[in-house]
Structure formats: C-alpha cells, structure tokens
C-alpha cells in the first residue's frame, strides 16, 4: 500500500512538471527615458534604396491590447546599423489594413531622415511600444537612441504616433486637447512628468520654468504627425483613458526630452 502511494504522488510531480502554469510575454505598455550627453548626429548622406533594408515580423505573443480582442504585431525595418520597430494591424482590426500599416511604416522610418541618419556609419536603435489599440485608433511610443559615427555618447530618441484605423490618418495632439490650454499647465506649478526622480524633475522644471507659455504654444501646435516638411516636430503626443502625455525638448544633460503628464485631475 505504502509503495502504491509512493508510486502515485512520484507519477503526479511528473505531470505537473510537464503541465505547469506557463506565464505569458505581454507588450511592455510603459513608455522609456533615455539620458544622453551633449552629441549630435552627423549630416544626412545618400540611403539605401528600399530594397536593401531587411524587414521581420516577430512572435505573435508580440501582439498588443488583448483586452479589446484586437491587436498589432511588431515588425523591424533593418538596414545597415540601423534598427526600427513599428506597428502592424490586420484586417480583423481595420478593414484599412494595408493603408494603415503603409502609413505606420512610413512614419517610424522616416526617423532615419529626420534624424540625419547615416545607415552605414550611424547608429539608430528604436522600439517600438503599442501602448493602446482598438478598433478605431492605434497608438505606437518609439524611444531608443542614435551614435553619429564617432560620436562618444548617444542621444536619445522619442516619438508617438496616433493613428485612426477606419482613415489610416494621423491622429494629432489638437485632437484631444487645446495647445494653448496645455502650453499653460506646461508653464503651472501643478505641472507633472512621468518616470523622473526629484532630483530629475526639478532641475527639468527650473529648464521649463525658463520658458514661455507662447514657446510650448508654438510647439505644441506643430506637434505629432503628419510631418511638415523632413524633419520631426520637437514634441509628440498621446492620449489613453484621459490621460494626455506630451513630450518636451529639454537640453541633452537633462535626457534630450521630458515627458509630461495631464490628466483631468489636473486640470
């Protein structure tokens, strides 16, 4: 009887060992801060063609927003030293699929350019976070850095973009919120920033403090996508269950950006 019992518990260990809870990866929904020194990018030289850039379509445990049953795979554009994550739907998201990801595409790859990127002696390195999805809007945050060839230290790199499923069209900050009304909570005391430490975020605050509610107007009206002409606008938005973030430009020794954070309680 005892050698039964020893028999049976030994044969249940085995299965559980076999058939163990498994965790599975999720997107990681957190936007990241990169600190960079005082370097800056070397000037734009010729591009590969298309052609020559390497694309890859990663797992499918990759996919985001698993709450509202629809989601986005990550794909890489590759070329030379340069590494782009960005978004994909399908069609069971938007029946605009290929317009969409045509657009999303774009948008992440059009870092190199603005950036002045040199595919073949710089360095640029981006992820991209799919920080909300659904049946109407998509939204991607790309943080990473880009080393000019020689360069010492990186800088880092931030942007977002919105984008409306059923249009395939950017989706901007004056969407959801009044440029002018943010450039004056930017300027307030009631003024929050995601992921600084105190240290962090008063010497940050001192820098904006410096400015003017008419600067963070102007910028804050050219924000996001679509871009008005090659280069990136000096701050990018998004917006998820109220709550508004924007990016500001702050000086390399303070991270190159700073992310700001509204919410309706802070109003």
């Known amino acids: 009887m005892k050698k039964t019992l020893i028999i049976s518990m030994l044969v249940l260990t085995s299965a559980c060992m076999m058939w163990g809870c498994k965790s599975k990866n999720k997107v990681d929904l957190t936007s990241a801060h990169t600190t960079a020194a005082d370097e800056t990018m070397s000037a734009a030289e ?3 063609t ?12 990759e996919t985001a927003s698993a709450q509202s049953g629809t989601g986005a795979s990550i794909s890489t ?3 030379g030293k340069v590494s782009i994550e960005y978004p994909a739907v399908s069609e069971s998201t938007s029946s605009n699929a290929a317009a969409v990801n045509e657009l999303l595409k774009k948008n992440a790859v ?4 603005a950036y002045g990127v040199n595919e073949s002696s710089d360095t640029m390195t981006i992820k991209c976070n799919v920080v909300s999805v659904n ?7 790309y943080t990473g850095e880009v080393t000019a060839a020689g360069a010492a230290h990186p800088t880092a790199v931030y942007f977002t973009n919105t984008v409306d499923l059923n249009k395939a069209s950017d989706v901007g900050l004056s969407t959801y919120a009044d440029p002018y009304t943010m ?12 992921n600084l430490t105190a240290e962090q ?5 001192e820098y904006k403090n410096s400015q003017s509610i008419d600067t963070y107007n102007k910028l804050f009206k050219q924000a996001d996508f679509p871009l008005r002409g090659d280069t990136f606008p000096e701050c990018f938005s998004y917006e998820k269950q109220g709550e508004i973030r924007i990016s500001i430009p702050v000086p390399h020794a303070l991270g190159d950006y700073a992310i700001v954070v509204f919410t309706p309680e802070t109003k």
């Not at 049946?135 to 945050?141: G, H, I, S």
């Not at 450039?183 to 995601?194: H, L, R, T």
């Not at 975020?201 to 605050?205: D, R």
Request: aromatic fraction near 8%.
């Open 183 to 194: 450039a004056g909570y930017v300027m307030s005391d009631d003024c929050k920033f995601y």
């Open 110 to 113: 059009s870092a190199v350019k």
């Open 201 to 205: 975020e008063k010497a940050v605050k």
């Open 50 to 61: 298309t052609e020559e850039a390497a694309e890859v379509t990663t797992a499918a445990d």
């Open 46 to 48: 010729t591009l590969p």
């Open 77 to 79: 554009y590759k070329s």
């Open 135 to 141: 049946n109407k809007r998509l939204t991607a945050v």
